[in-house]
């Protein structure tokens, strides 16, 4: 059933994607070149979310407190492609569900609110990534696949193999030079499956420490880049919800100058990032070794890429 939820989720992804980028053209609900923040050499569609959404909405089974977040969070999302929405709205509209996705996998308790702000800080983590063709959708797949393995409940393993398909299908047009981005529509709805997949690691059903921590270093990019980026603001003066191009694949990028080169570096660190996760789960011991070795390969990339920099 997992892997035909995948299957289902590729191919109506593969399927609605185009007609989706015709749909955002239509309507004019385009991601415009300006120089800064956007790139990009040419106007290119939006909506590659919904083409996604639909392809795990399909392939999952029925569970009313992840559709309603989901649904929630594509909402938002493709609301703030149309019309930029102010950030201190979107915050409580994540603050929101990650309420909702806290107390469905782990209960009201003290650590509740450390939970909430997990979830909200992965989600616009995630949203942060998708700022270069194929990197947040690559790095969003082995993330997906590495909570598969830390999933403690069918249906995780079943949304997160759903989420694995719907990205690969997505990235067939987003693989540079990209043809439709997935919006902020689709980084909230990757960002929340993912925090489900992590809290679900989290639920307290027997699951051993080291699986937590390994549930955590397979999302562990995604946090660096999001720690680096509001220190990096606050450091120089602005505020954390002014965008910069300064992200981690905006370093790279000025490094080997080509999209492509680029996504090859970011999905090589992913897969650094998995196998140390993978390893971690064998034992306690194995974990504090990989959270070491992460630490100091995150510390490295710190340094030699300038994170805390404004370029």
């Known amino acids: 059933m997992s892997f035909t939820s995948l299957t289902l989720s590729f191919i109506v992804t593969v399927i609605s994607t185009p007609l989706f980028g015709k749909l955002a053209i239509k309507l004019n609900i385009v991601d415009k070149p300006d120089g800064y923040l956007k790139p990009h050499e040419k106007v290119t569609p939006y909506l590659g979310g919904l083409a996604m959404f639909f392809g795990v909405l399909l392939s999952t089974p029925f569970d009313p407190v992840i559709k309603v977040v989901l649904v929630t969070l594509v909402l938002i999302g493709t609301a703030d492609d149309i019309k930029n929405l102010k950030p201190l709205f979107r915050l409580v509209v994540e603050f929101i569900v990650g309420s909702l996705l806290a107390i469905r996998y782990l209960g009201l308790d003290m650590f509740t609110p450390v939970y909430v702000i997990l979830t909200v800080a992965l989600i616009n983590a995630v949203n942060m990534m998708d700022g270069m063709d194929g990197v947040c959708a690559s790095l969003s797949i082995i993330s997906a696949v590495g909570l598969v393995l830390t999933a403690t409940s069918r249906f995780d393993k079943i949304l997160l193999l759903s989420l694995v398909g719907a990205l690969a299908g997505y990235l067939i047009y987003n693989f540079p ?98 196998i140390l996760g993978y390893i971690a789960l064998s034992s306690m011991l194995f974990s504090i070794l990989s959270v070491i070795a992460l630490i100091v390969i995150y510390t490295f990339l710190i340094f030699k890429l300038e994170l805390l920099k404004l370029s």
């Open 177 to 274: 030079p990209a043809r439709i981005f997935m919006g902020d529509g689709g980084s909230y709805l990757v960002g929340g499956i993912l925090s489900s997949g992590v809290l679900s690691a989290f639920r307290n059903s027997g699951q051993t420490l080291h699986f937590k921590i390994s549930a955590v270093i397979f999302v562990s990019l995604f946090l660096l880049d999001l720690v680096a980026a509001v220190m990096r603001r606050m450091i120089n003066g602005r505020s954390p919800f002014l965008g910069d191009r300064d992200h981690t694949y905006n370093k790279i990028f000025r490094k080997v100058n080509n999209n492509r080169k680029t996504l090859l570096v970011v999905f090589s660190i992913g897969v650094l990032q998995f």
